[in-house]
């Protein structure tokens, strides 16, 4: 993936995250829940629910673009299935503020339980 989180690789309208928290399969790890549902795209595309609840508008923002990053950075270690899927992650507070490798590898881990599922 290149160095940009294009439109392509986006959840933009309500629609689409509604789909996913309806329909979609849930994991929840420590600091974060993903859900997924299998999309016709060719291409996993994410979308991240920060509410107030998480914090301010800095820690929300900062969690955001924590999990953006965990999405970007993991997309060459992931791997090519035939089926591509719509992620929605919901952080939780501690997200802004650990470590980035340890959450990128519960990420992934969380991840690769939704695509055996």
């Not at 650990?98 to 992934?108: A, T």
């Amino acid at each position: 993936m290149s160095q940009s989180f294009g439109r392509h690789v986006r959840l933009r309208s309500r629609a689409e995250f509604v789909a996913v928290q309806e329909r979609g399969r849930r994991v929840a790890s420590r600091h974060m829940t993903l859900l997924a549902l299998p999309n016709t795209h060719g291409v996993d595309r994410l979308g991240v629910v920060a509410s107030r609840r998480l914090g301010g508008a800095v820690t929300r923002n900062r969690a955001k673009r924590r999990v953006r990053e965990m999405f970007r950075v993991g997309e060459p270690d992931r791997p090519k299935s035939t089926t591509s899927f719509d992620i929605v992650v919901i952080p939780r507070r501690e997200v802004a503020s650990l470590v980035f490798s340890d959450l990128q590898s519960e990420f992934d881990a969380a991840l690769r339980k939704l695509r055996t599922r």
